[in-house]
């Protein structure tokens, strides 16, 4: 079946600006993750959805940072005022539920570049 | 607290000898660990989990990985590496009771004909 998808593949912004990466997870799957992979950093997490309990933010790097997730399904991203240490592969994760073992499957990730 | 400590940065085999990239972990409780890997602008890939059943694992294109709780560690091995399987590799660790993985900082894995 269909995996998890990200929009877009590559986003390339002027400093200031704001984008919006997008994420389907796949369907049926109640947890949804986002992490961000840049070099020297390796991957982090940013924000956890779980069904329709109030997401877990504790990873976002600043106010600048925000998500949603709109109807238990597709998420949204959102950085305001892109900074150049913004440039990263943004990637979207989801499993079927919450438990420790519960397998991420990812997708291919948005990379942005922030001029 | 989680974490993961992935101990080479980069490792290099040659085709047909055997792979070991190390791994050892920090949880406060009985963890789940996992192995994905990341090839050349592709998405990350589960290779195999661990999740407190046979403390020896097999995953997917001949790669296992042992997990030794008097170590601390998860290992992933493989008996004879293949041109295909040079790519990022990433150990994971998660904590009952964590919304989310921790990934170690990865190892190159780099084949030679």
């Known amino acids: 079946g269909a995996g998890v998808s990200q929009s877009p593949s590559n986003k390339v912004t002027e400093k200031g600006k704001d984008v919006e990466l997008r994420c389907d997870p796949i369907s049926g799957h109640t947890a949804l993750y986002w992490y961000r992979q840049s070099l020297g950093q390796g991957l982090e997490f940013l924000i956890y959805?779980?069904?329709?309990?109030?997401?877990?933010k504790s990873g976002l790097p600043s106010d600048r940072f925000s998500a949603e997730r709109t109807g238990g399904s597709v998420s949204t991203l959102t950085i305001q005022r892109t900074q150049q240490e913004d440039s990263a592969v943004y990637l979207c994760?989801?499993?079927?539920?919450?438990?420790?073992?519960?397998?991420?499957?990812f997708g291919p990730g948005t990379r942005l570049l922030v001029l | 607290a989680q974490s993961v400590t992935q101990l080479d940065s980069h490792v290099s085999v040659s085709e047909g000898t055997p792979v070991l990239l190390r791994c050892n972990y920090s949880?406060?409780?009985?963890?789940?660990l996992f192995w994905y890997v990341q090839h050349p602008n592709k998405g990350l890939q589960l290779l195999l989990k661990?999740?407190?059943?046979?403390?020896l694992v097999k995953g997917i294109n001949g790669f296992e990985a042992e997990f030794k709780k008097s170590e601390t560690s998860f290992h992933l091995t493989k008996p004879s590496a293949h041109m295909s399987d040079a790519a990022e590799y990433f150990c994971?660790?998660?904590?009952?009771?964590?919304?989310?993985?921790?990934f170690g900082k990865g190892t190159m894995l780099l084949v030679s004909p």
């Open positions: 949880s406060s409780y009985s963890p789940s």
């Open positions: 661990y999740t407190s059943a046979a403390t």
């Open positions: 994760a989801s499993s079927l539920g919450r438990g420790s073992g519960e397998t991420q499957y």
């Open positions: 994971v660790v998660r904590s009952p009771g964590y919304s989310t993985l921790t």
């Open positions: 959805f779980q069904g329709n309990s109030a997401p877990d």
